[in-house]
Nanobody, 125 residues
């Protein structure tokens, strides 16, 4: 599975951004697609996850009610719609695919097998 993330940029607090992640290669409806982020000097943290087939979603408490993860199966593309952005959302955002354990460990970065290259999101105050 190859993943290509895009859509980051520099925005002001309160603005919105939509990140995209295009998946290519061998994919499976049972894969879990996740978004993680890593700020300078911090560990990579879970943001949101969705089953490749759609439906079930999960969010971290810090982004719940502001971010929405979705997918377009026809395009093998996953999205992270980020609204009401805050300076603390500033980070490199990564999309990832988990292929082995279903939705059991969606929040653990070490369970994900494939990673995109990351896209920078910077939110100014």
């Amino acid at each position: 599975v190859q993943l290509q993330a895009s859509g980051g940029g520099l925005v002001q607090a309160g603005d919105s951004l939509r990140l995209s992640c295009v998946a290519s290669g061998r994919t499976n409806r049972n894969y879990v697609m996740g978004w993680f982020r890593q700020a300078p000097g911090k560990e990579r943290e879970f943001v949101a996850a969705i089953m490749f087939s759609g439906g079930t979603t999960r969010y971290s408490n810090s982004v719940k009610d502001r971010f929405t993860i979705s997918r377009d199966n026809a395009e093998n593309t996953f999205y992270l719609q980020m609204n009401s952005l805050k300076p603390e959302d500033t980070a490199v955002y990564y999309c990832a695919a988990e292929t082995r354990s279903g939705f059991s460990y969606y929040y653990r970065s070490d369970m994900y097998d494939y990673w995109g290259q990351g896209t920078q999101v910077t939110v100014s105050s």
